[in-house]
Structure formats: C-alpha cells, structure tokens
C-alpha cells in the first residue's frame, strides 16, 4: 500500500481562521489527476502540486473533468505568494501571472486565506498508509 506524505500550509503574513492540510504531490501523474473526478473537498483539505523550478508554464492547471470549483494558490520556491485565483469548473487552463513551483488547489471558501505577496510556510505532518 502507498503512503501519502501530508503537510501543514501556513500563511505567515496572515492569520488562518484554521491551518490548511495537503497532500503532497510531487510525481508526475499525481499533479497530473490532481483532483480530477473528486466530487467534494472539504474547507480544511488541499493538494499541493510541487515542481521541481519556478514556472508559468508547468504550474499551469486544467479544470477539464473536475465538478467542482477550486481556489488556487500559486507559491514560488521563495515561499511567496505569486497569484491567487478562483478556478471554474470544466475550464481548460489557468496560468500564474509569475513563475510559481507550488500550486495549492483547496476549497474556495479558503480563497480569502491568501493574497499575492504573502509568505508560506510548508509543516511535514506525516504520511496515511
């Protein structure tokens, strides 16, 4: 069985009505299915989709076969807060404004949590066997 590798996200610029769990997604084709047939995701889950370098380009997101609304959250490897946008359902792409190596995707209520120019921090919490 696999075990998934979970992180704690922070907005250090910012106080969190609560702290935001990811799930750590750094291969291929886990950013690849991202969250892509999920039907729900609840206010305090995320996916943090992780890059090997800043980009505009590999960071960029499809919303094709997701049912849901997202909020994403593009972070360079500074841990600053690059670009912050509502994505809609079944849209074909959306792209930073800047280079960016992390993109959380979360549940849009937590939309308001970050703004652009914000600093991050990422708090390894385990894994789920």
């Known amino acids: 069985m696999l075990s998934t590798r979970r ?3 922070r907005n250090l610029s910012k106080e969190m009505p609560q702290p935001l ?3 750590y ?3 291929f084709l886990c950013r690849l299915r ?3 047939f999920r039907r729900t995701l609840p206010e305090g889950e ?3 989709l992780v890059h090997l370098k800043d980009s505009r380009l590999d960071t960029g997101i499809h919303m094709l076969g997701v049912s849901m609304d997202l909020a994403i959250v593009w ?5 600053m807060v690059v670009d912050v946008r509502l994505a809609r359902r079944w849209r074909p792409m959306y792209l930073p404004s800047q280079p960016a190596r992390y993109v959380l995707e979360m549940s849009p209520a ?3 949590d970050f703004r652009v120019g914000d600093r991050v921090s990422f708090e390894e919490v385990g894994t789920d066997s």
């Open 46 to 48: 995320s996916l943090l």
């Open 25 to 27: 997604c750094s291969s």
């Open 110 to 112: 937590r939309l308001g």
């Open 75 to 79: 972070i360079n490897s500074k841990d």
């Open 34 to 36: 991202g969250l892509t």
């Open 21 to 23: 769990q990811a799930k």
């Open 7 to 9: 992180v704690t996200v």
